[in-house]
């Protein structure tokens, strides 16, 4: 089975993103950029089947800007075997990255997709199940357990109410959550080897995918802030503020 | 325009959540129409005609809803969408794997977990673990969105008189079967909704030290939260997680114990009315968004906030 990685660059999850004072968006120069935690999980996954025997070959997309080789770069330093980078300087949104990746399925038809669950800058949690949903397969979104088995996979998928196993028709796509696996380091023998493993390079319009926004973005402000209260040196008064100044208990 | 809000339930009982999509519904228009797509769902459709805001509800009752595959319900929500000028659910777990796939089935780009709504059109969201506040435009012809549901009230379950009509079941394909579920037992109120919300992190240090704050949480009739890394460390169930990537929450009163306050946990409670935190780094950026900070050790800290909750006001 080849398992196919879409993978996003985003800005650090330890980085205290930055508002511009013009509203536009969010400050993304000279800012430190990695890997989506989420996507890093499921490039671990994806090596982890390989190892296990039930995937034979790793295949990492994204669609960005050219720098989002890089990110490729540190997911074949994990131990993916080749990357494919759609380039575009548009600003993608989930749907037409689902596009995208849905013309990369019928090209390289794998026997599972794997995706994060959401990607940390926009937060919007829809790719996978947008790219299930454009190419009618099964999904399991929010995945913390995954089991291949012959023509199905077995997922335990984290929702509202604890958790729930799902049997998927394969091919599947699925997104996965922080629990599956906790992501390898790359070692540096293996970074050196990742450089000379091998990247393919598209455009939009090498694949036929319109991806011009449908949602415009009007302004990006800060939110309100939230000042410190005051600190209290006792549960005696600890309770007393919370019944008699907050009047929440 | 009319907006179509896909009900959440369990065949039993409409969730909470749905509540919360009704009244941002009713932001939109007034005209309102509730989806109850299920297996033996027909007391869910009774109890939810009361909902106050809602014209009609459309009930759909067949083996193929029983368990809220998105293979299965995807197909009846986009046939029923093109009747409408918006279909909206909660941000919930069922939400989100529900919605984005209509929404390419119909080629929209979805809006997700706003959390304000401006016009018909124009919504507002927190991006970036809620460190952004985006104001968007859509310019499909039917928008998806998918509701916070902390930012807007839930519809009064009284007093409303909406007519329930049956429709009939979209073939699917089967695709996806379900095995089973382990849900998280609870007696307390859920944790999405509950007025006041006590969480423990990696200060806990156990599962067992949870029960701690459960003797708080029954006193105060309180839901229990956590963070990641006390649900990673195996202390409580996955569905506990508040944050960024778990649930959200803004109760009238968050109680952090043993909790650092990273941004990912912020992002996931600093909605709350009134933010209490307890621990022994009087450093811990959770104090800077406590209204009340209490730097102490929590094992001291616990069993006396517990002594002062039964002492008399
Ligand atoms: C992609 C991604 C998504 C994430 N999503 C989430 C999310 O949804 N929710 C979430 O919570 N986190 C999330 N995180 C993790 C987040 O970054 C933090 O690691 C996590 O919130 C830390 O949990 P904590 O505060 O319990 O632990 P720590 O940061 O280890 O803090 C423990 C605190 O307990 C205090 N303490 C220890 N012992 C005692 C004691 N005896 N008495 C009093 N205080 C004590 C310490 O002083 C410390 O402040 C995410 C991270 C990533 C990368
Ligand atoms: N530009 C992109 N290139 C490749 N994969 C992406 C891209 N954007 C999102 N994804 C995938 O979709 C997942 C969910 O992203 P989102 O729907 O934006 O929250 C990510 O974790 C990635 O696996």
Redesign the interface.
Known sequence: MKVLVPVKRV?D?NI??R?KSDQSG?ELNNVKMAMNP?CEIAVEEAIRLKEAGAAEEIVLVTAGIRQSQETLRSGLAMGADRGILIETDEAL???AV?KLLKAVVEREEPGLVLLG??A????????G??????L???????V?KLETGDGSI?VV?????????????SPAIVTV???LNEPRYASLPNIMKAKKKPIDMFTPEDLGVGVA???????????PA?D?????????E??E???QE?K?? | MSVLVIAEHDNAEVRTATLNAVTAAGEIDTDVDLLVAGSGCGGVADECSSIQGVTRILLVDDPAYEHD???NL?PLVQGLAERYSHVLAPA???G??????????L???????ISDIESSD?FVR???????????????SVKLITIRTTAFDAAPTEGGDAAIEKIEAVPC????????????PSERPEL?SAG?VISGGRGMQSGENFAMLERIADK?GAAVGAS?AA??AGYV???YQVG??G?VVAP??YIAVGISGA??HLAGM?DS????AINKDEEAPI?????????ADLFT?IP??E???D?D?
């Open positions: 800005i999850a205290k993103v508002v969010v989420f949104e989930p749907l689902a669950k959401q940390i800058d926009g937060d919007n949690n829809q790719t199940q947008m790219l299930a949903g454009l009618n397969w099964s999904i399991g979104s929010f913390s077995s998928r984290e929702v509202d109410g604890g958790l729930e196993k799902v049997r998927l028709k959550d922080l629990r926004p449908r949602v415009t973005v009007l302004k990006v402000v800060e939110p939230r410190a209260g005051v600190k209290v040196s006792s549960a005696a600890l309770v503020k919370l019944r907050a929440v208990i | 595959l998105p293979e995807s919930s777990t069922f989100k794997s529900l919605l984005p796939r209509v929404a390419a089935r080629d929209v780009q979805q809006i997700s977990d124009t927190p991006i970036y673990a809620g460190n952004a506040l985006a104001t968007v435009q859509s310019t499909d394909p089967a695709l996806a079967e379900f095995l089973g579920q382990e849900l998280t999405t006041i105060l990641r649900v990673d169930p996955n569905d960024q990537t649930k009238n009163l941004i990912q600093k009315k009134v933010i209490v104090f800077q968004i406590a209204d009340y900070g209490w730097v800290a006396e906030l002594a002062a909750l002492a006001p």
